[in-house]
């Protein structure tokens, strides 16, 4: 295991995560028992993991009593609490009491209050913003951050499932009043989903935020879980209680995309998930990938990506056949006819530093 500063911070996290969102102790049916949490909590360790993902809403049914995951991993984390970096979120609520959702500070105060109480701990190493709820006002977030961090309760702040314009407009907002910036961005990203290369990738690397990547193997589809079945009539689940109803499907593109991972894991003699892995892992910047098991020996065969470099014909393989369409401006921009204009007819003389997407390159 290789360890990345989170952003412009100083805090060292591990190079893969663990996600806690399959932890429970209410014996749901997708969740991994609190026993398999403890065995795939102990075998990250042992490779040298230290950074943990979870929420406030993970391991929950609907309905039910939240902190399900932050319980379990109160109890996994007694032993040695300051080896680790614990992330929570907030914003989510599994009941149907709107004062405890949404962005606003009340929302963020009460549920870190509730994670500390579910985590057995006094502070929180990092917090996301969970999901941006398109009401509450940049500033609000921000203050409210700011103020947990000042109480000690939240050491860093981060936004998971945001716009990149809010993002970035958060980062200029925080370092023009002195509050606490963002360090990272979490986003869907994977070889099966890679539009974020279109403007939160970039933007990430421009302010210097780390990203955290959910859902690296696409909800199993890169594992070569759904190969057997028709490209159009696979689905893949989503494990979170919050969605647990909400089956995606599978289009002719993820089928190709899956096809040439298990072609290129066939050659290496490795499992498809390996491969997805150590791509993301290949990717500029700071990526970080987090892992999500039922069973530990899921968990296992994902950790061995650690030891696989991907050549360069492999890396151009997998580019080509996930390439997304960027769409406008960023493809009208890349024409020939507009880099024309744009540089007296002198492009392919300039460097190019942009290390996203062919039609930026």
């Known amino acids: 295991m290789k360890y990345k500063l989170m952003g412009r911070s100083g805090l060292r996290v591990s190079e893969l995560a663990?996600?806690?969102?399959?932890?429970?102790?209410?014996?749901?049916?997708?969740g991994a028992t609190p026993e398999d949490a403890h065995t795939m909590f102990d075998m990250f360790a042992e490779a040298g993991g230290t950074f943990v993902d979870a929420a406030n809403i993970y391991g929950d049914d609907v309905g039910g009593q939240e902190g399900a995951a932050e319980r379990v991993l109160s109890d996994l984390l007694a032993a040695d609490r300051e080896h680790f970096v614990v992330a929570t979120k907030y914003t989510s609520s599994n009941t149907e009491d709107i004062s405890r959702s949404g962005n606003s500070f009340k929302s963020m105060r009460q549920s870190v209050d509730a994670s500390l109480r579910a985590l057995g701990t006094d502070y929180i190493d990092l917090l996301w913003l969970h999901t941006w709820d398109a009401t509450t006002g940049v500033d609000e977030v921000l203050r409210?951050?700011?103020?947990?961090?000042?109480?000690?309760?939240?050491?860093?702040?981060?936004?998971?499932?945001?716009?990149a314009w809010v993002v970035s407009y958060a980062a200029a907002t925080a370092d023009a009043r002195g509050w606490t910036p963002p360090v990272g961005i979490q986003i869907e990203y994977s070889l099966a989903q890679r539009t974020p290369e279109r403007d939160l990738l970039p933007m990430a690397e421009s302010l210097d935020l780390a990203v955290a990547a959910w859902s690296p193997l696409a909800g199993g589809v890169l594992s070569g879980k759904y190969r057997s079945a028709s490209p159009t009539a696979a689905t893949h689940r989503l494990a979170d209680a919050t969605f647990a109803s909400l089956d995606l499907p599978r289009d002719d593109q993820q089928a190709k995309i899956a096809d040439e991972v298990a072609a290129i894991a066939d050659e290496l003699g490795r499992q498809p998930a390996q491969v997805a892995l150590a791509w993301l892992l290949s990717r500029p910047g700071v990526v970080i990938p987090i892992l999500g098991a039922r069973r530990p020996e899921q968990l296992r065969q994902n950790l061995d990506c650690l030891d696989l470099q991907l050549d360069s014909d492999q890396l151009h393989r997998l580019d080509a056949v996930s390439a997304p369409s960027l769409g406008f401006p960023h493809e009208f921009l890349a024409s020939s006819t507009v880099r024309r204009f744009s540089t007296s007819g002198h492009f392919d003389r300039l460097d190019n530093h942009h290390p996203f997407g062919a039609a930026t390159t």
Do not use: E, I
């Open 18 to 30: 663990l996600g806690a969102m399959t932890f429970s102790d209410r014996g749901l049916s997708w």
């Open 144 to 163: 409210g951050a700011d103020q947990l961090v000042t109480a000690g309760k939240v050491l860093y702040f981060a936004f998971s499932d945001t716009p």
